[in-house]
Structure formats: C-alpha cells, structure tokens
C-alpha cells in the first residue's frame, strides 16, 4: 500500500490537530507546519518529496496565495496538486486563488466526510500522473520510434482501455508528462461523461461517497452501455500533433468548464478541461454536441544550423 506525503500548512495549531485527526490513516504521512516561510523551505529542500500540499489561505509572514505562487514558480515543485482550505469565499478571492493555482478548494468549517473526499480526489489524481512520470525513460528507442508515426486511431471503452492509450500517446509528445495529465482527463471523460452518461452532478456525489470508480464498472457492463466505444485519433503535422476524440454520448455544455469557474472551485471534481486547456495543450475546441474535442499540442520544429 502506498504511503502518500502531506504538507499541511495553517498558522493555528487547533486547526493542523483538527486536519490531523481527520487525516489519521495508516495510509498517511503528515507533515504540519504552522509557518509558511518554514514550508517553503521543506518544499525547496533538495529532498523533499510531497503528494500533496494543504494550505491555509490566510496566514502571516505569507499568505497561503504567495505561497502558492511561488510553489508554482518552482519546476519542481509546480505539478504538486494544492487544497486551498480557507474562509475567504468570494467569487473574487477563489478566482485569484485558482489563479495562483489552486484547483481544489476547502471553505471553513467543514466535515471530516467533505476533507476526504477532496483529497482522495487530489491523490487520484497524482496516482494517475505518477503512472506517466514513471514511464518517461522507459524503453526509449522505442518511444523514439514512434515519434515517427504521422497519424494514428484507436478505439476504447473501458478507463483501463483509456490508461493504456495514455501511456502511449503521450510517448509521442516532445514533454510526456502534462500531456499526459491533459490526454487523461480527456479520455476518461469520453469513458465516464460521454458514453457512460454519468453526469457533474453524479459524479460529485459518487466522489463524496468513494464510489465513482464502481459506478463506472457497473455501468459498463449495462446493456444500454456495454457496446459503446470512444475514439482517439493521433496526427502528427510540422509544428503540432492535434488529438480528436469522440465519444457516442449526448454531449454537455462544454463551454462552462473551459476555466475553473468559483462556483465549482469546492466540487471534488470538475477541473479537468481547464487543467489540461491550461497546462497540457495549446488549444482545445469542442465541436457539435461536445461529444467531440480536438486538442492541439504545439511542437518545436528542427532547430537551424545555420
């Protein structure tokens, strides 16, 4: 079993025992720091490694936005997910949250059931990047071959199905690990959303419940689902590779979920799109219903020798 690292980060003792009651899992270690100057140093220490980072937003000496700011600054330490857990709900101040980067929110007070739920959402999320950073030097001549490869399509059905295509597109992209983040959450929305119907607000539910991942295994083997398939196709030209999947859904109002809006900034879910429009992709444009995306990745051509 996993041993995952926390730093929590709040200037009020009774609120990291709080945390650390809530959080008391054999499965995890926590790291509480009550001064954000102190846990800059722990994150920039040459062998730190932390999973996640739950911070308070207001706190002396720096605030929990500079500090996010700055965590995003560092190569290092940027994919880091952060749970901003703070009583400042304003539309306004959770949109200069989320833009700092602060994609999961926790508004004060809140229920032991609500603080697990987001970070299980959190760590899934890490546990599926960390399966595409894992990989990025493994079998490097073969992923040198192909990159060769100008135009390729796949079909799947299954998040399993959606894992395995990930692990070999984002292969074919020039830095594996974010596109791989954006391609994840792009397929499983095919998975889940597009063909197996499970809608925002389900979902939000099955997470708080810790149920998302047997509704999708149920739903798969449902007569009404069992025989759709989603589509992937690869095309590589002179400065981009471009990915257009298609799912057999009804679509969405894809539209709303371009940019972390506030009003969704403490659901469990609903970040993806943005996500990966944000940190994976140069582009992504819904077509029809939105039951098809077309994601764009710039790509460096071959540098001049003069």
């Not at 690292?5 to 009651?21: M, Q, S």
């Not at 059931?113 to 950073?133: C, F, G, P, T, Y």
């Not at 298609?246 to 979920?257: I, L, P, R, T, V």
Request: with cysteine; glycine share 6%.
């Amino acid at each position: 079993m996993r041993k995952w690292r926390l730093l929590v980060v709040d200037d009020e003792p009774l609120n990291l025992e709080i945390i650390a009651e809530f959080l008391d899992d054999p499965g995890y270690d926590l790291d509480l720091v009550e001064n954000p100057l102190r846990a800059l140093e722990k994150l920039e220490a040459p062998d730190s490694k932390y999973d996640l980072i739950i911070l308070d937003r207001m706190m002396p000496d720096m605030n929990g936005i500079e500090l996010l700011r700055r965590i995003r600054a560092e190569e290092r330490l940027c994919h880091i997910p952060v749970i901003m857990q703070t009583a400042a709900s304003l539309p306004e101040q959770i949109r200069e949250g989320i833009e700092a980067g602060a994609y999961y929110y926790l508004t004060k007070p809140y229920e032991p059931r609500v603080l697990l739920a987001i970070v299980h959402a959190a760590l899934n999320d890490v546990e599926e990047r960390s399966k595409w950073v894992s990989e990025e030097d493994r079998n490097k001549s073969r992923t040198d071959a192909l990159r060769l490869l100008t135009r390729a399509e796949f079909s799947f059905s299954s998040l399993a199905d959606a894992q395995h295509l990930v692990d070999l597109l984002a292969s074919l992209c020039p830095a594996p690990t974010p596109a791989a983040i954006g391609l994840t959450e792009l397929l499983v929305n095919a998975v889940e959303h597009g063909n197996l119907g499970i809608s925002y607000a389900e979902k939000s539910r099955l997470r708080l419940e810790d149920g998302w991942e047997a509704e999708v295994l149920r739903r798969l083997d449902l007569p009404e689902y069992r025989g759709r398939v989603a589509t992937v196709c690869m095309e590589r030209d002179i400065g981009e590779i471009r990915f257009t999947i298609a799912d057999q859904g009804k679509g969405f109002s894809w539209q709303n979920y371009l940019e972390m809006d506030p009003a969704r900034a403490f659901d469990p879910n609903g970040r993806g799109i943005a996500t990966a429009r944000q940190i994976s992709f140069s582009s992504i444009e819904y077509q029809g219903c939105g039951n098809v995306v077309l994601a764009r990745l710039a790509i460096p051509g071959p540098q001049s020798t003069g």
